[in-house]
């Protein structure tokens, strides 16, 4: 045991076990409020968006109002995605505390199957990645976790969202056109509005500013 309290404290230099327990603890609590940010930042880019659709909707751009669907329903994914996120950084944060709690007893931290598994699945979020990959470099020094399981999350493309999606994104079409476009529950259903002229250079400036914007907030 003493052994390992020394290298313990060789590699937290000055800072001991517990007060880098709680840097961790701190950190993390900012990444949750970073998340929070981002997902209020999403949501109001999906209000903009969901102006747009129902006025190119209106206009019978069923072209542009598909795509602007996808961007939705991509976004809604995202934002499932970062709520999981925020769930299992406070589970970290929990096992930290518990980790705080056993150093008393103890002396000393103890490794973490709990923690390691967490970890790798909240690394897998690319605006926290960094962050966590640091974080668990430390704990890994620490003597908290094992290595890591390198694993990444899968982008959703195009063709993923046509075979997986499509009845989510005509559901979309559906509730934000007030049922002008898309159909509710039914998979395939045909955008049946009558074509209204449209200028392509006017709606594909504004659209793809959009889609840029989207993309952005989920970085």
């Not at 404290?9 to 076990?17: A, E, I, L, N, S």
């Amino acid at each position: 045991m003493a052994s390992t309290i020394d290298s313990i404290q060789r590699f937290f230099g000055k800072k001991t076990p517990e007060e880098m327990v709680k840097k961790w603890r701190q950190d993390i609590r900012g990444q949750e409020r970073a998340l929070e940010r981002q997902l209020r930042g999403i949501e109001g880019e999906e209000a903009r968006v969901k102006k747009s659709l129902k006025a190119l909707a209106k206009r019978g751009d069923k072209k542009d109002c598909t795509t602007l669907a996808k961007e939705l329903v991509r976004s809604k994914k995202h934002k499932e995605r970062i709520h999981t996120s925020k769930a299992q950084l406070n589970s970290i944060v929990m096992q930290l505390n518990h980790q705080l709690a056993t150093l008393k007893i103890a002396g000393t931290l103890q490794k973490s199957s709990e923690i390691m598994k967490l970890v790798n699945q909240v690394v897998r979020l690319p605006e926290i990645s960094q962050a966590m990959q640091e974080m668990s470099m430390e704990m890994m020094k620490a003597g908290i976790m094992d290595e890591m399981l390198q694993d990444s999350m899968d982008a959703l493309d195009d063709d993923e969202l046509e075979e997986e999606a499509e009845e989510e994104v005509n559901k979309v079409l559906f509730q934000v056109t007030d049922g002008l476009l898309g159909e509710a529950g039914q998979v395939g259903a045909p955008l049946d509005v009558p074509e209204l002229p449209t200028s392509e250079d006017e709606s594909e400036p504004e659209l793809d500013i959009m889609q840029k914007r989207l993309q952005a907030l989920k970085g």
